[in-house]
C-alpha cells in the first residue's frame, strides 16, 4: 500500500511558475512508476507526465504534448519524492493535480488513469490570465 500527498498548489500568473512535490509512504518508492495527472473542472482527468523505472535506477519520462518543454518531472528516491516542476503556466493549465503510483512491472500504458494504482488527493493550481 502506498499512500501519497501532494503539496505545493495555488494561485500564480499567466507565464509564472509553479513547484508540486508529492511524498510516498512506503519503503519501496524506487521501484514505483510515479505521475502526474490533473483535472479540470468538467473534464476527465488527464495525463501530464510520468517516469516509469526502465530498470535498476534507470527511469524513462514523458509528457503529454500539451506540457512538453514547460514541465519537467524528477523524483528523489531518498525522500521518497516526485517533484512537477511547471514554468510558462498558462490559463489552460489551471486543474487539480494528482500524483499517482503503480508498480513498475506493469506494462500497461502510462497515459491512461486506470493503468495507475495508487492516487494522492490533488492539489489545486490556479492561472490567472
Known amino acids: 500500500q502506498v499512500e501519497l500527498v501532494e503539496s505545493g498548489g495555488g494561485l500564480v500568473q499567466a507565464g509564472g511558475s509553479l513547484s508540486l512535490s508529492c511524498a510516498a509512504s512506503g519503503r519501496t518508492f524506487s521501484s514505483y512508476d510515479m505521475g502526474w495527472f490533473r483535472q479540470a473542472p468538467g473534464k476527465e482527468r488527464e495525463f501530464v507526465t510520468a517516469?516509469?523505472?526502465?530498470?535498476?535506477?534507470?527511469?524513462?519520462?514523458s509528457y503529454a504534448d500539451s506540457v512538453k518543454g514547460r514541465f519537467t518531472i524528477s523524483r528523489d528516491n531518498a525522500k521518497n519524492t516526485v517533484y512537477l516542476r511547471m514554468n510558462s503556466l498558462k490559463p489552460e493549465d489551471t486543474a487539480v493535480y494528482y500524483c499517482?503510483?503503480?508498480?513498475?512491472?506493469?506494462?500497461?500504458?502510462?497515459?491512461?488513469?486506470?493503468?495507475?494504482?495508487?492516487w494522492g488527493q490533488g492539489t489545486q493550481v490556479t492561472v490567472s490570465s
Open positions: 499517482a503510483a503503480r508498480y513498475s512491472s506493469s506494462i500497461a500504458v502510462v497515459t491512461i488513469a486506470t493503468n495507475w494504482h495508487y
Open positions: 517516469m516509469r523505472r526502465s530498470g535498476g535506477s534507470t527511469y524513462f519520462t
